[in-house]
């Protein structure tokens, strides 16, 4: 009888053991995937990937030190010296292409240890166009673009006396092709201007649907479905508050091979191809 009671008690005290150790295990394994800030569960993955939206890397240097982070779109006075900062030991930009085309010594970009400034001095209204930055991660000796660090402001250095960005061309050809949308690129510098395209011969205004023709201030006019009764010189009027100003001449041409000799631009719109005549 007493070899029975022993027997039953260390068969009771192997199971407490057992019980003990999972329930230990359990809360570990809890701990774990888990922190506890003000005595609040929040899963550590969980909080990295909140910590990581809504940040910009793209700021403007204002007077006395403070930072604006900057939109998706930003309006500034021209004349006036520009920087922009983005947090990084290793940073890659991009701003408009005439400032490497004319290598223009305004545009000046230096790397510290903990960010990277681009300085643009005596702004004008041609400044006009999409400023970015990215982080640029290595392995090794190949580095490549980090899409997820990465952002762009489009410019607008508004002028009223220049509401079209200025070109050093006074006429333009434009290849309309009817596999891809068309752009007739009258940008703007000041975003709430209101402009309208218009034929020169007969004089016509063309007015934008927004589905077959719609306007963006910094393309100008998309034609979604290019067609030969589209051809024509055209240009573009913008009104504000004071006179009515006139665009460069475009001269837009149907064709439905491939453009050759010819300068081509591409957009979130499609393409299109421009030839630029001095």
């Known amino acids: 009888m007493k070899l ?4 039953g008690m260390a068969l009771l005290w192997v199971e407490l053991q057992n019980g003990s150790c999972q329930q230990i295990k359990r809360r570990k394994d809890v701990g774990e995937n888990r922190i506890h800030p003000g005595g609040k569960r929040v899963k550590v993955r969980k909080l990295k990937e909140v910590a990581g939206k809504g940040q910009s890397l793209l700021t403007q240097v204002l007077d006395r030190g403070r930072f604006l982070r900057l939109g998706q779109s930003t309006s500034l006075t021209p004349g006036r010296n520009m920087e922009l900062r983005c947090k990084g030991n290793s940073i890659g930009w991009s701003y408009p ?39 640029i991660v290595c392995d090794g000796t190949e580095c490549e673009r980090d899409h997820d660090r990465s952002y762009v402001s489009y410019i607008y250095f508004t002028d009223k006396d220049n509401l079209f960005v200025p070109s050093a ?4 050809i434009a290849y309309l092709r009817p596999d891809r949308p068309a752009v007739v690129p009258c ?17 016509e205004e063309i007015t934008a649907n927004g589905t077959q023709m719609t306007y963006d201030p910094s393309k100008g006019f998309v034609l979604q479905n290019p ?10 009027k913008a009104v ?39």
């Not at 029975?4 to 027997?7: E, F, H, N, Q, T």
């Not at 085309?101 to 999409?130: C, E, F, H, V, W």
């Not at 067609?227 to 573009?236: H, I, T």
């Not at 300068?263 to 719109?269: F, K, L, N, S």
């Open 97 to 135: 292409p005439y400032l490497d085309t004319y290598n223009d010594s305004r545009l000046s970009i230096m790397q510290s240890d903990k960010y990277s400034q681009l300085i643009l001095t005596a702004s004008s209204a041609a400044d006009t166009g999409p400023y970015s930055c990215w982080v």
């Open 240 to 278: 504000t508050k004071g006179t009515p100003q006139i665009s460069t001449k475009y001269q837009l041409l149907y064709v439905e091979g491939k453009v050759i000799n010819a300068e081509t631009h591409g957009d979130a719109a499609g393409s299109e191809t421009i030839t630029r005549v001095p």
């Open 169 to 172: 061309f006074h006429f333009e």
């Open 187 to 203: 940008r703007v510098t000041d975003p709430q201007a209101e402009v309208s395209l218009h034929r020169e011969v007969p004089p």
């Open 227 to 236: 067609s030969p009764e589209q051809q024509g010189v055209f240009y573009c």
């Open 4 to 7: 029975w009671v022993v027997l």
